[in-house]
């Protein structure tokens, strides 16, 4: 089959082409896994982490990839939940231990084995993938492949985040960073939250105005102090300054999740303007979301077909994946970008 596989740790300002196209064999099944034909393949900023050490894969190569939809077409013996020809998807989460009290108590998210799609297991850069049958879902009928694999991370961790804030009805949200996680949020929380206002803050022009097509109230430049106080803020930037600036903007008790597995370094310096006084004092509060679990997935998906949500979408080939990885390094974005294999 083909493949795109992550080698080795890479530097994408001197490598632009950190992936590799080579033809493998199709992997073969554990008794509790199902194999996909991968139709459509998500590209996520946490692609750039992997490859550029942030969250290092633990051994390579590695085929990347999680937000993955596939027909399933061959089935371990012990693999009983899905029919040959049925449609799933796989997300971060490939795997957790099951036992631990984390997973015990709902918070499979945090087990100290969690196995992510695509860092620990081969994911859905390639025609086919193996993955434990428990851990891939049915995709409701109303999404295509392209619209149905970015809800799969951006979407669900990004639902695991707006749970984190708290928010309920009439109390204002901000998003800073609008790719494809801010603008599902934003849609989700026009659905569910009638009454909020949504205030983004982006760096370029365009992400600004196409959050106000989405129904933003209001949108401007990071550093910004915008009209009125919020009660939560969602960080899905890769950076620090984002987070300073957005703290003065928080009211007393307010909540900033961080959505992102991990920040850059390129500016922590701009830590050191975090004022006291002003960003966090009254009780402000910054927490951070760690992964996914499968609930979570499963309760957006169903949300995402009620709305139903349609995520805007820009699609590429398998081999043009270190295209697409670096206009997002670049932040060419216009909503989700996705791999679509020809097979
Ligand atoms: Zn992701
Ligand atoms: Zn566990």
Not at 1 to 29: G, H, S, Y
Not at 253 to 265: D, H, P, S, V, Y
């Amino acid at each position: 089959m083909k493949a795109m596989i992550l080698n080795k740790i890479t530097n994408l300002k001197k490598n632009r082409n950190p992936l590799e196209l080579v033809d493998i064999p199709i992997p073969k099944l554990k008794e509790n896994e199902i194999l996909l034909k991968v139709s459509v393949c998500g590209v996520c900023h946490t692609e750039l982490d992997e490859i550029e050490g942030r969250t290092p894969p633990p051994h390579f190569p590695i085929i990347p990839g999680h937000e993955v939809i596939g027909k399933v077409v061959e089935k371990g013996e012990k693999a009983k939940r899905f029919k040959i020809g049925e449609r799933v998807g796989v997300a971060w989460i490939f795997s957790a231990c099951g036992k631990c009290d984390f997973c015990l108590n709902g918070k499979e998210n945090l087990c100290k084995d969690f196995i992510a799609t695509g860092r620990d297991a081969n994911g859905g850069y390639a025609e086919y993938m193996a993955v434990p049958e428990d851990f891939a879902y049915k995709i409701p009928e109303i999404f295509s492949d392209e619209e149905a694999a970015p809800l799969l991370c951006a979407g669900g961790v990004g639902y695991r985040s707006l749970k984190l804030t708290n928010l309920q009805n009439r109390q204002n949200l901000g998003l800073t960073g609008f790719g494809a996680s801010g603008h599902l949020v934003l849609l989700l929380v026009k659905h569910k939250f009638l009454d909020s206002k949504i205030f983004v803050f982006a760096r370029s022009k365009k992400e600004q105005e196409f959050a106000l097509k989405l129904g933003a109230f209001w949108s401007g430049d990071t550093e910004t102090e915008c009209p009125g106080k919020l009660d939560a803020i969602i960080d899905t930037t890769p950076v620090w300054k984002p987070i300073v600036e957005a703290m003065k903007n928080l009211k007393p008790a307010g909540r900033l999740i961080i959505n992102a597995i991990r920040k850059e370094e390129i500016d922590k310096e701009y830590l050191l303007k975090l004022n006291y006084a002003q960003h966090l004092w009254q009780e402000k509060e910054i927490k951070s979301v760690a992964n996914v679990t499968r609930k979570d997935i499963e309760e957006f998906l169903k949300l995402a077909a009620e709305i139903p949500l349609q995520p805007e979408y820009q699609v590429y080939k398998l081999e043009e994946a270190n295209i697409a990885l670096l206009e997002l390094k670049e932040r060419k974005i216009r909503g989700a970008k996705v791999l679509k294999i020809e097979n």
